[in-house]
C-alpha cells in the first residue's frame, strides 16, 4: 500500500520559512517523480513544485520560484520542500505527490500552512 506523509506544516509569520517533508512507503520512490501542489482555500489546487526521478530537473511554479526548494533523499524515501520569505498568499494545504513511470500518481493528505500578516 502506498502511503505518502505530509509534515512541517504550521503557523508561521510573513517573512518566515518552513520546511515541509514527505515521507514515502509501499512504491519504488526512486523510479518516482516528487512533487507539490496546494489547494488555497476557495481555490483550485495548483502545482507547487516537482523534482525528476534522478534529482536532475526540478520545476517550479513561478509564483514561488526563487523562494522555495524541491529536493529529495532518495536514502531516506523522502522529498522536502524548503520555503522561504512566505508571503499570505502561500497558504494553503499542501499535498505531496509522486508519479511513476506507467502512469500511476499518488496523493498525501496534505499539510496545513497558514502565513500571517
Known amino acids: 500500500q502506498v502511503q505518502l506523509v505530509e509534515s512541517g506544516g504550521g503557523l508561521v509569520q510573513a517573512g518566515g520559512s518552513l520546511t515541509l517533508a514527505c515521507a514515502a512507503s509501499?512504491?519504488?520512490?526512486?523510479?518516482?517523480?516528487m512533487g507539490w501542489f496546494r489547494q488555497a482555500q476557495g481555490k483550485g489546487r495548483e502545482f507547487v513544485a516537482r523534482i525528476s526521478r534522478s534529482r536532475d530537473n526540478t520545476y517550479y511554479a513561478d509564483s514561488v520560484k526563487g523562494r522555495f526548494t524541491i529536493s529529495r533523499d532518495n536514502a531516506k524515501n523522502t522529498v522536502y520542500l524548503q520555503m522561504n520569505s512566505l508571503k499570505p498568499d502561500d497558504s494553503a494545504v499542501y499535498y505531496c505527490?509522486?508519479?511513476?513511470?506507467?502512469?500511476?500518481?499518488?496523493w498525501g493528505q496534505g499539510t496545513q500552512v497558514t502565513v500571517s500578516s
Open positions: 505527490t509522486a508519479d511513476l513511470i506507467g502512469g500511476d500518481a499518488y
Open positions: 509501499g512504491l519504488p520512490f526512486s523510479n518516482a517523480g
